[in-house]
Every structure is written in C-alpha cells, then in structure tokens.
C-alpha cells in the first residue's frame, strides 16, 4: 500500500506546478522536495529488499571492497563507499547517498522530456511503466548507471556532448557493463532523423521478434565474447524468462504502437522527437533481450527512456480534452502495476524499511 501511497500522493503533489509558470530545473528541484524526501525515506530507508540489500550493507562496511574497486574497476561506486567509510557513516547511508543521485538525475530527465506543469504524468509513467523505482533497490550499482545513460541521453539530444562524453567515461566506473551499451546511445542518436511511422512500426517489430527468437542458444555464441559475462551462462546463471513474465512487458506494446500513430501530430520540438526516437529504440530494445534473465539487464538502460513516448501520447490526449479516453491510458498503466504492489508483493516489490527493525541497527 505504501507504493500506491507514494505514486498517488507524489503525483498529486507534482500536478500543482500546472498553476506555474516553467522554472528552472534548481526551482522545480525546491518545490519538489515533499517528493524527494518521500522517495528517499522509502529507497533510501528500504530494509532486506531484494537479494542484494544485505551484500551491499557488507559492501559499505568496507567488506568486498576489493570485488568492486579492484577486481571490477568501478571506481566511482567505490569512491562513494570510501566516502562513507571516511565520514564513519552507518552503511545505510550508502543506499540514502545513491536513492538522492539518482532521484535528481530522474528530475533532469523529466525536466528535459516535458514542461514542468506535465512532470506529474511522467511520473505516474515512470513509476507504473517499467521496474526501475523498485529494481533500483537491489541492483545499486548498475541502476545508478542507467540514471547516468538516461541522463546521457537528455545531454545528446540537448547537444551538451562535451558533458555527454564525461557521463559516458564516469558511467563505465560505476558499472561495467554501461560499456558495452554506450556506443548502441551513440549509434541511436545518429539514427535520430528517422522517424517516420514505418521505420519506427519495423523497429518495434525487430523488438517483439527478438524476444521470441532471442534464446541460449543463440546466446551461446555471442556471449564468450564478454567476458564479464561468460561464467554466466557456463554456470548455468542464464534463464529463459516464462511466459507470464514476457506477458506483462507485451501489454505495454498497443499503447506504443498508437504512440507512433499519433506522434505526427504531438507537435513536438526537435529536441523532445529526438527523445520520442530513443524511446521507441529503448522499448524495443527491452523487449528484444526480456527472454533471458541475465541478458535482460542490458534492455534496461533505457528503460527510463522509454517512458517518454507513452507520456507524449498522454499529453497529447490530455490537451484534446479526450477525458475517458485520458483516464483509460492512466488506468491501463495503474492496473498492472497495482496487481505487482497489492497482490503479489515478491522482491522489489515488497516493502520494508529500517524504522521497522530500529532495535537491531542500533
């Protein structure tokens, strides 16, 4: 409940700025502070979420520091480590430090993607569309970098590449595999002209078709050639995704395809179709390697991203005073996600927080 608590609250809250003339990005982060303080007491203050919370608690206790400076080289992770070893934090302070980086990167995300009075719709978008809000409390490390590769992306289509570049070198230090997806943004971004409905209908397509082809065997004969995956699937650690699992990512896929269909009349700039580009090419990437566990994370890093056709379309809908046909796409994106929240309630997807075991972390 305490989710559905967070995305109501939260996005009422943000829907105010419609009253506002556009701010800042500094501005907007001021007002948005309710918010902030919200998301951080719940990833922040998150307690035993996922399979890694306890890894990580060891982690910023200066244990298996070696793993992810030396052995890893993601250095910028281990700075934030030493930087909490040195101040004599307590180890959750790691999981605070992180949940607040990337929450203002998320911002500049939304900020760049759409005008202050529709932040609340992304929002909504981000937190119901794809896993992030609640996989990023597990997976610390590599989540931190997909903010970084969204924001990335942001810095492209704003033609900031001196700093885009930087982001690029720095990502690669918080986590590895960032490396191996950072020249796929490059590529995308030279193919960011095209955007007539046929090409992006084909890039969908290519998507939807991967994740039935894409299995262990084909796999068997790209992975060897990273290495930082290999023991992967030699152990075993690479499985196929069930068809329950492939289910809640292909009912997403109609609200796409009509979001190409009207995006001709978004009436968009040239930077926010851009944008619109990247997220098609980020859905379809997620789609097209959902159908193995361990490759499936590398769909991620523009999972951020790929929320902002769907946010578009909502817009759109929104300004045409389409009101039942407005509340049915908000609806389409709470069902989903209201059932992973409410009933099932596994992993990510649970909650706990530190203030409920206060007596053992003292």
Not at 163 to 171: D, E, F, P
Request: net charge positive; hydrophobic share 50%.
């Amino acid at each position: 409940m305490i989710y559905i608590l967070f995305l109501v609250i939260s996005s009422i809250y943000l829907s105010t700025l419609y009253d506002y003339k556009q701010s800042g990005y500094w501005k907007l982060i001021g007002y948005s502070c309710p918010v902030l303080l919200f998301w951080v007491l719940i990833v922040g203050c998150q307690y035993g979420i996922g399979t890694d919370y306890f890894s990580y608690i060891e982690i910023f206790e200066g244990k298996n520091f070696d793993y992810i400076s030396g052995i890893r080289g993601e250095y910028v992770f281990s700075a934030i480590v030493q930087f909490i070893m040195f101040m004599g934090m307590p180890p959750q302070w790691g999981f605070i430090i992180i949940a607040i980086i990337e929450v203002l990167l998320l911002y500049y995300v939304m900020h760049t993607s759409v005008d202050n009075k529709f932040i609340y719709l992304f929002f909504f978008t981000f937190i119901c569309l794809g896993g992030t809000f609640h996989n990023q409390m597990n997976g610390l490390r590599q989540y931190l970098a997909i903010y970084i590769v969204s924001t990335i992306v942001c810095l492209l289509c704003n033609r900031r590449f001196f700093i885009a570049l930087l982001l690029s070198v720095l990502t690669c230090f918080v986590h590895k595999s960032s490396a191996i997806i950072l020249p796929i943004i490059f590529l995308i971004y030279q193919f960011r002209f095209k955007d007539s409905f046929k090409w992006l209908i084909i890039i969908l397509s290519i998507g939807i078709i991967l994740s039935f082809v894409f299995s262990n065997q084909i796999l068997s004969l790209i992975i060897p050639y990273f290495d930082m995956y290999s023991h992967y699937f030699t152990s075993d650690g690479v499985e196929e995704y069930g068809i329950i699992q492939k289910i809640t990512k292909y009912i997403y896929i109609p609200i796409f395809v009509l979001a190409i269909y009207r995006y001709p009349y978004f009436n968009l700039s040239q930077k926010r179709k851009w944008l619109f580009v990247f997220g098609i090419y980020g859905f379809a990437m997620k789609l097209s390697v959902m159908s193995l566990t361990t490759v499936s994370r590398m769909g991620l890093y523009l999972e951020i991203i790929s929320c902002i056709p769907i946010v578009y379309l909502l817009i759109y809908v929104y300004q045409k005073h389409w009101t039942k046909k407005y509340i049915l796409l908000l609806l389409y994106l709470l069902a989903p996600y209201a059932v992973k929240v409410l009933v099932m309630k596994t992993g990510e997807y649970s909650f706990d927080s530190i203030f409920f075991h206060w007596n053992q972390l003292q």
